[in-house]
């Protein structure tokens, strides 16, 4: 949903891989924050604090990681 917001996380033993599979997403990883579209992705390094929100209607959903 717009707005919808995945609560930060971390994982201290493990990476991930982030691909939007349709709308937009605002990524926050660590310190940084970045826009990520449709088939764009970004790796999220093991132990840094990460969220994203959905920007749009679509929703910006990201394989792994439950509906907000």
Known sequence: KPGGIL???KHSHRAEHWIVLKGTALVTCGDEQ???KKDESTDI???VPVDRTAIDR???????????
């Not at 679509?58 to 907000?68: I, R």
């Open 7 to 9: 609560s930060k996380q």
């Open 34 to 36: 970045f826009t990520l």
């Open 58 to 68: 679509d929703g910006g959903l990201l394989p792994g990681q439950p509906e907000a």
């Open 45 to 47: 390094p093991a132990g």
